[in-house]
């Protein structure tokens, strides 16, 4: 299927609206599809990313039960809540969502490794460990060396915030005992009084760099298995920047999680943006729509700009993923939480007495969290009369209620399976012919 130019407007097959994880996936599957795809997003969550890509960590949340077999913990959720947005897809489906998502990463260079029916466990940049289905290949070496009780040596840097090595070494005494840190000061920058992971990583993409930084740790070495970095291997070409490392070291070498903004979730933005116009994809980075009514065909016509309209395109067909509060899908305010694009209903609790719980730590978590957008078996919106909103809208990711992403260590999972399963009813639905 073709864009077709109508004066000074645009028709294309289908717009995502977000570009987190989400609206990259919803994006990278139509345009698989031959569907004529505009994306329209401002920096979206996925700068918040870890790296990590988690399918099911969690359920019962109260009762904290791990799932090690993420796909058992799927069927039982799909079991205990009919309304999961995983209740709605076959686990084939998941599946085949995830396959097709790595595949265009690893051929871009940002592979991804997992076990086909295992979590592994991860150390993150507080010391703790969680859970989480597909790593960053530069993470990977991590997860074996913390399984295996590897002898480890943990670099952090001076200036760098919220990264400790110490901390993370003494929350993990027990569990990692084999466990040594440095502090040192990245060569080069020694001037300033902060640094960001970011700008080391950029740094490291070059090759002298490297030699400068694998020379400053190399007396440390000691009888360390294994070397652990912020994620900080590069923003472009990590897995190069990691085997150069791993080269001039003699030893493997692995990155942490850090805090949000992360390298991590900079890669992920970067090859999207970088790769996604090769398949057709029209991109509107750093905006946003405006407004969006309907023409007399049904098709939606959208206003993009930043404060105020700046271009019009025409959609035959709209993937609404753009998350909860911090994405602006969803808003709230005094009178309860509403969408804020279409109007659309949300399920939330009846007052905004019932949003959070009494205890701010209660196991169960907090009624608001579940929020978001009621749909049908083909992830089309309902409107306050239960029937689908629009024949031509989907939604997708966060914004779809009663999941708790966080807690259940399922965001990844539900925004890339809902992103493929939008696409797929979208092109089976008939309202592209």
């Known amino acids: 299927m073709r864009s077709l130019q109508s004066g000074v407007e645009l ?39 870890s790296g990590l890509l988690d399918l099911l960590g969690v359920h019962p949340i109260e009762k904290k ?73 530069t993470m990977w070496n991590g997860a074996e060396a913390f399984r295996k009780k590897t002898p480890c040596l943990v670099v952090d840097f001076r200036g760098l915030k919220g990264f400790s090595a110490c901390q993370i070494a003494q929350t993990l005494t027990d569990k990692w005992p084999n466990m040594r840190t440095r502090h040192i000061e990245f060569p080069g920058l020694q001037a300033l009084s902060e640094i960001y992971p970011e700008r080391l990583a950029r740094r490291l993409e070059v090759r002298q760099n490297r030699e400068n930084l694998a020379h400053v740790i190399r007396p440390h070495l000691k009888k360390a298995g ?8 590069g923003i472009n070409g990590s897995l190069e920047v990691m085997a ?32 996604l116009p090769s398949k057709g994809v029209h991109l509107t980075s750093n905006k946003q729509v405006l407004n969006v009514r309907r023409d007399k065909k049904g098709y939606f016509m959208l206003d993009i700009g930043n404060t105020e309209k700046e271009r019009r395109a025409r959609s035959r067909a709209v993937v609404l993923s753009t998350g909860r509060f911090i994405g602006r899908g969803l808003h709230a305010g005094r009178n309860g939480v509403r969408e804020t694009l279409f109007n659309l209903p949300v399920a939330q609790p009846e007052s905004r007495a019932f949003w959070h719980r009494q205890d701010f730590l209660d196991p169960r978590g ?3 969290n579940r929020a978001g957008l009621e749909v049908d078996d083909y992830f089309r919106p309902l409107n306050r009369n ?24 399922c965001g990844s999972g539900v925004a890339i399976a809902t992103a493929y399963a939008a696409v797929n009813t979208l092109l089976k639905s008939g309202f592209l012919t």
């Open 226 to 233: 294994i070397v652990g970095f912020p994620a900080m291997l």
């Open 366 to 368: 907090h009624p608001i």
């Open 11 to 49: 028709i294309y097959d289908v717009c995502v609206i977000g570009s987190g994880m989400t609206g990259m996936a919803a994006t990278l599957f139509a345009a698989n599809r031959g569907l004529t795809t505009l994306q329209v997003g401002s920096a979206g969550e996925i700068l918040f990313a």
């Open 65 to 137: 039960k791990i799932w090690r077999d993420p796909w058992a913990g799927i069927t039982a959720v799909a079991r205990d809540f009919p309304q999961h947005p995983y209740a709605r897809i076959n686990q084939a489906d998941i599946r085949a969502a995830f396959e097709e998502l790595l595949a265009f990463l690893d051929d871009k260079g940002l592979a991804y490794n997992c076990y086909k029916r295992r979590n592994q466990e991860v150390v993150t940049s507080m010391g703790t460990t969680k859970l989480s289905y597909c790593l960053p290949r």
């Open 386 to 409: 239960g029937r689908p909103a629009f024949e031509n809208l989907y939604a997708a990711g966060s914004i779809l209620a009663h999941h708790d992403w966080m807690r259940m260590k």
């Open 244 to 275: 150069d490392l791993e080269e001039r070291l003699g030893l493997p070498v692995f990155e942490i999680p850090t805090m949000p903004p992360s390298a991590a979730g900079l890669r992920l933005k970067e090859t999207f943006e970088q790769h």
